[in-house]
């Protein structure tokens, strides 16, 4: 007598087979993404420890040579105020696209040209917005080379990237917040910063970084509009040329001199880790938030 076969064999066995191949593809895919950064974190500490000496932190850069303390704090400030003007507009845009804003529509005439806006700008060039910086601020208002355009500039490309961030963290909040503070006659303005932007806190946080990273890791719009200084930054926002960190980078790579190329790696590496301080602090700042949510709520 014959048994009749199984048909939830086949199957079965046929969904373990796509399941082990998905999971292959997305280890391989994991490994395309990680491989090039292991590659590139190791090359710039290969190249920068066995010549670094802490002296680099404490001096300024003479010529070719010295130490890149110059281009340490002028990258600090450049972010500081991209992180003021881009951080304050973009955060602003997000809360209006996401329709948080009193008075604003997520679907509304105004809100559909700001989101065009932004994914216009966000498809802009660097080297463009520098361009453009440098006829708009640094010859048209004969601020010449300075902290101010530079940060304006950085400020333009950057906000795209933190109002998008910003408006899918409110919208990814439970609604059920904001129907609970509408029922306990909470006013808008007092719930959106009490509840809606706490909740929303470690979406913005990482758009911020995001940002941050983007603007301190850029060449070509500061070599338009803040220039290269050797001196320490000032208390000056106009007529004044600023130092930062990826000009030794891109420009004393081609030197034949090797103290050059050495100030380079140097540069390269202290970048990096001022990156990676960026990504702890912000995890940092996402955990204390989540553990200050789950208290709330238990």
């Known amino acids: 007598m014959t048994t009749p076969t199984d048909p939830v064999l086949p199957a079965t066995r046929g969904r373990r087979a796509r399941q082990w191949a998905f999971r292959a593809w997305a280890l391989v895919a994991l490994f395309i993404v990680v491989a090039p950064a292991v590659?590139?974190?190791a090359g710039v500490v290969a190249r920068a420890v066995p010549h670094w000496r802490w002296s680099v932190l404490t001096t300024t850069t003479a010529g070719t040579g010295g130490g890149l303390e110059n281009a340490v704090l002028g990258?600090?400030?450049l972010m500081a105020g991209v992180l003021v003007v881009a951080g304050s507009v973009g955060v602003m845009s997000g809360i209006h696209l996401a329709g948080m804003a009193p008075g604003s529509r997520p679907h509304g005439r105004v809100t559909a040209v700001a989101r065009l806006a932004i994914d216009v700008l966000s498809g802009f060039p660097s080297i463009v917005l520098g361009y453009v910086?440098?006829?708009?601020?640094v010859v048209g208002l004969h601020w010449q080379y300075s902290l101010l355009p530079a940060v304006l500039v950085l400020?333009?490309?950057?906000?795209p990237y933190i109002a998008r961030s910003t408006e899918t963290a409110l919208r990814q909040v439970p609604a059920g917040y904001r129907e609970g503070a509408d029922a306990l006659g909470m006013p808008g303005g007092y719930a959106l910063r009490r509840i809606l932007l706490r909740a929303a806190l470690p979406g913005?946080?990482?758009g911020l970084l995001v940002a941050l990273a983007i603007a301190g890791?850029?060449?070509?719009?500061?070599?338009y509009t803040a220039g290269w200084s050797t001196g320490l930054?000032?208390?000056a926002l106009v007529h004044h040329q600023i130092g930062y960190l990826t000009y030794p980078i891109w420009e004393f790579w081609n030197?034949?001199?090797?103290?050059?190329?050495?100030?380079?790696?140097d540069a390269a590496l202290v970048l990096m880790v001022l990156v990676l301080l960026l990504l702890v602090a912000a995890r940092f700042v996402v955990a204390r938030t989540q553990r200050h949510a789950e208290g709330r709520r238990t």
Do not use: F
Not at 133 to 137: E, I, Q, R, S
């Open 155 to 159: 400020s333009v490309m950057v906000v």
């Open 233 to 235: 930054p000032s208390a």
């Open 75 to 77: 990258s600090l400030v």
């Open 217 to 223: 890791g850029e060449t070509a719009p500061l070599i």
């Open 204 to 206: 913005i946080t990482t």
């Open 133 to 137: 910086g440098y006829v708009a601020l």
């Open 39 to 41: 590659w590139l974190v």
């Open 255 to 265: 030197y034949p001199l090797a103290s050059a190329r050495t100030l380079s790696y």
